[in-house]
């Protein structure tokens, strides 16, 4: 900011902004002050909004990988703790891949201090080098895998004997010479390691929560679990305490190492789940190339990948991985780009064409000059969007993260109240009762089913997207797709192929096709054209040979005359056949049919005879009008826009069965024309590739660039297309109603299960049925709702477009 008007435009852009009721900014502090209803404003809105007034936001973002969440709890916890501190804009913290995404404010906060917040909340924030994340990330979770395993089978083998003791220990030899108190101490001892070195990660993870004043997944198992040993601890030593009518107590040792040993298995289950949601990430790592043979000093040599620098020579064999993304230089061959693309056809590449790292070469050896290593290569801007995808949340999200930051604290005031109502109001024994439904009540709540309802469905969601070379940004994006009912196609590019071919040829009598063919593309070789070049690559395409012209001479707003083995050959408009004397009255026909159809028609002449009549045109992309059908049939509306005149622009309209078309349209004005079909209430997708379609992508709910377009589409896009298939677009928007229903059946299952399994722990098919829900069962429910709900999300993984 300059002066006051920039403060004035700033604070005008912030107040436009839905849910922004105030805005102030100061032009001596550059800081801006937002008084706004959270509930209708983002911080990221806010931000769009002061960057599309024409001003920067100082931010930066980092990636905290973060260590001893269990629930839906402590991420609101750390997500409050993150928001709360100055200088943090937004803060999203994933369950299912351990992470936050912290978007801040470098001169407010640094990254230490960020961290701090993390490990002052009650969490750990791991050190891992951005390089080995996904190894590392692996080997601890292998490791953790291997503690749960040992710690699982200790506690199930345990708690298994203790209850074969209780219920059967009179059929076992060496148990049934044993007294009541006997096999009491017996299970006592027994039951102590699972209480406090098995369960020690809940009595942990309780006093890191209590210490900052709040409550979690631990703290209701840690007080379930430890009413149930403690109870019984008392029953075994000090029975008189809680003897009833003198007989001797029970105890329930069984009931607190099988919660325990069922809760570690759903941790286990849960674990192995979550490492799969996360494959997609792995695999793409797992395309980069080790080594690559490069020419330094006129000598071939066989190098890490690390170590090829740009500008580097590289050498590519058949059947070898293309180590970096550049350009060929020398050689011709076919790549199999399909990891990155999606399309299983390969791709033929010779010299001045690109390549990317990690696709494979097929048929032919090559050159080609490195132009980017290490994090700017393809794929590994691939991977970096993935991962910031997996780590956002979806806006359908923000109740279950409501609910989660009170979740603990309303179960144990549900807890402590049943315990009251059965104690004070229930049949004789009332303390018992009383007590396993509080432990019930305690054990079956679970945040964590909450939680990862929509991070896992996220995850793989797009990890399928990105094997079928679909790039979606985040969980919002996912869900505005979710929503898409019409779809405005540029078409330039993205309905066509964007670049003009030679597509008719009609001859006149006495010459053949061919040799029309022939000599217009010997003639126009020495035409720098569009249309000219379409001429020679249509002959080339057709295996006709053509040679340099004798003589070539371009006559602007008409065409060109050009000797071409001692013929004069013309190619024009209608005024240079005039000026030429050369009578087209038997071709006009067919340059006005041509012309009807949208094509751009050229008259041709050989020796001052008419010839005939060729036609160029920007040719329909396989899968366009397939994939526009598909479309009408999911109800979505499609509207082509273009800058193209009105007849051509709907003679390809026709051609592909769209039935609405804003032809005409300034590169400017296309924003506008999504905000008049907002206005009318649709929700809008865009679809393009070039510069000029960037505000339009901005402007639409849903934006979504071709691939193959330039870099600034891409980035203003919420999905990318890796090929410039039509189909994509179909596949994306299939792929979004499939995450979004995993995500509302997630998050059905989630509330459901707790508001029908806190009832019947706390006893209120008592009263009716006889039934009381036993603490064993209420925590064997417990650690499968988290387990189902990823298992659920898994199911995306048999999405197929």
Same mark, same amino acid.
């Given at each position: ?317 058949? /059947?070898?991985?293309? &180590?970096?993304?550049?350009? $060929?230089?020398? %050689?011709?061959? #076919?790549?199999?780009?399909?990891? @990155?693309? +999606? ?107 909450? /939680?990862?309802?929509? &991070?896992?469905?996220?995850? $793989?969601?797009? %990890?399928?997207? #990105?094997?079928?070379?679909?790039? @979606?940004? +985040? ?28 597509v008719d040829v009609v001859s006149q009598p006495g010459f053949a096709e061919e040799e029309i063919i022939r000599l217009a593309a010997s003639a126009e070789k020495g035409s720098e054209h569009p249309l000219g070049a379409a001429i020679v690559n249509g002959a080339g395409e057709r295996g006709i040979p053509i040679k340099d012209p004798e003589r070539f001479d371009a006559l602007p707003g008409k065409g060109i005359i050009a000797m071409v083995d001692g013929r004069v050959v013309m190619a024009g408009n209608a005024k240079l056949m005039e000026d030429e004397d050369v009578d087209i009255s038997a071709m006009k026909p067919e340059h006005e049919r041509l012309s009807a159809q949208g094509k751009t028609p050229m008259y041709i002449a050989i020796d001052e005879k008419p010839a005939g009549v060729v036609a160029v045109a920007d040719t329909i992309k396989e899968g366009s009008k397939e994939a526009i059908e598909e479309f009408d049939r999911m109800g979505i509306e499609t509207i082509m826009i273009t800058g193209d005149n009105r007849r051509t622009a709907e003679a390809i309209a026709k051609e592909v069965g769209v039935k609405r078309v804003l ?139």
């Amino acid at each position: 900011m300059t002066c006051a008007s920039c403060v004035s435009r700033v604070e005008s852009a912030l107040k436009s902004v839905k849910g922004v009721s105030e805005a102030n900014v100061n032009l001596a502090s550059e800081k801006a002050t937002v008084l706004y209803d959270p509930e209708a404003a983002t911080i990221d809105s806010m931000v769009d909004a002061v960057k599309d007034a024409g001003y920067g936001v100082e931010a930066e973002t980092v990636v905290l990988p973060i260590t001893g969440m269990t629930c839906a709890s402590c991420v609101a916890r750390i997500e409050n703790a993150l928001k709360d501190r100055q200088g943090v804009i937004s803060a999203s913290v994933n369950l299912a891949t351990e992470k936050a995404t912290v978007n801040y404010v470098p001169s407010e906060v640094t990254i230490k201090e960020l961290k701090k917040v993390v490990k002052d909340a009650g969490y750990d924030v791991a050190e891992i080098p951005e390089e080995e994340a996904v190894d590392i990330e692996r080997e601890t979770r292998k490791k953790e895998m291997n503690d749960l395993k040992i710690k699982l089978a200790i506690s199930l083998a345990i708690s298994a004997f203790i209850m074969a003791i209780m219920f059967i220990g009179d059929l076992m030899p060496v148990i049934s010479s044993l007294s009541h108190h006997q096999k009491n101490i017996l299970s006592f001892i027994l039951a102590t390691p699972v209480q406090f070195w098995v369960g020690w990660r809940f009595y942990k993870g309780t006093y890191a929560a209590l210490k900052h004043g709040t409550a979690d997944m631990n703290v209701l198992i840690a007080v379930g679990t430890s009413a149930a040993y403690f109870y019984s601890v008392v029953a075994t030593f000090a029975p008189s305490l809680v003897a009833i009518g003198g007989s001797m107590p029970d105890t329930y040792f069984d009931t607190s190492t099988m919660i325990i040993a069922l809760i570690l298995l759903g941790k286990f289950l849960e674990a192995r789940a979550k490492g799969r949601t996360s494959e997609a990430i792995r695999r793409l790592t797992g395309l980069k190339a080790k080594t690559a043979r490069i020419i330094r000093n006129g000598v071939e040599q066989d190098v890490p990948v690390e170590d090829v620098s740009i500008g580097d020579i590289v050498v590519v064999r058949p /059947g070898e991985k293309i &180590p970096v993304d550049g350009v $060929v230089t020398e %050689g011709y061959s #076919a790549v199999d780009e399909s990891m @990155i693309t +999606g399309e299983p056809i390969p791709v033929s590449k010779k010299e001045g064409d690109t390549v990317i790292g990690a696709t494979i070469n097929k048929t032919g050896s090559f050159k080609f000059r490195a132009t980017k290593i290490g994090r700017d290569t393809v794929l590994s801007q691939i991977i970096k969007m993935v991962e910031e995808a997996q780590g956002s949340k979806a806006p359908i999200q923000r109740l279950a993260d409501k609910v989660a930051g009170v979740f603990v604290p309303i179960v144990i005031f549900l807890a402590i109240l049943t315990f009251l109502a059965w104690y004070y109001l229930g049949p004789k024994p009332a303390f018992l009762l009383a007590m396993l439904n509080f432990i019930s009540v305690l054990i079956i709540a679970c945040p964590c089913a909450m /939680g990862l309802a929509t &991070p896992t469905a996220i995850m $793989v969601g797009t %990890g399928k997207g #990105a094997e079928y070379g679909i790039l @979606i940004k +985040g969980g919002e994006s996912l869900e505005s797709a979710y929503k898409i009912d019409t779809i405005v196609l540029d078409k330039t590019g993205t309905i066509t192929k964007g670049k003009p071919s030679l597509v008719d040829v009609v001859s006149q009598p006495g010459f053949a096709e061919e040799e029309i063919i022939r000599l217009a593309a010997s003639a126009e070789k020495g035409s720098e054209h569009p249309l000219g070049a379409a001429i020679v690559n249509g002959a080339g395409e057709r295996g006709i040979p053509i040679k340099d012209p004798e003589r070539f001479d371009a006559l602007p707003g008409k065409g060109i005359i050009a000797m071409v083995d001692g013929r004069v050959v013309m190619a024009g408009n209608a005024k240079l056949m005039e000026d030429e004397d050369v009578d087209i009255s038997a071709m006009k026909p067919e340059h006005e049919r041509l012309s009807a159809q949208g094509k751009t028609p050229m008259y041709i002449a050989i020796d001052e005879k008419p010839a005939g009549v060729v036609a160029v045109a920007d040719t329909i992309k396989e899968g366009s009008k397939e994939a526009i059908e598909e479309f009408d049939r999911m109800g979505i509306e499609t509207i082509m826009i273009t800058g193209d005149n009105r007849r051509t622009a709907e003679a390809i309209a026709k051609e592909v069965g769209v039935k609405r078309v804003l032809a005409e349209v300034l590169p400017g004005d296309k924003a506008n024309e999504i905000k008049k079909l907002q206005a009318e209430g649709k929700n809008v997708a865009m679809v393009g590739d070039g510069i000029n379609d960037a505000p339009a992508l901005a402007q639409a709910d849903t934006g979504i660039a071709i691939g193959t377009g330039t870099d600034v589409a891409i980035e203003t896009s919420d999905i990318t297309l890796m090929s410039g298939d039509l189909r994509g677009v179909l596949t994306s928007i299939k792929l979004s109603r499939a995450t979004i229903r995993t995500i509302k059946l997630n998050l059905f299952w989630a509330f459901i299960y707790n508001i029908i399994g806190i009832p019947i722990a706390a006893g209120i098919l008592i009263p009716w049925f006889g039934i009381q829900l036993n603490p064993i069962i209420a925590a064997a429910a417990m650690a499968m709702s988290s387990v189902s709900v990823v298992s659920n999300s898994l199911l995306l993984n048999r999405f197929r477009p």
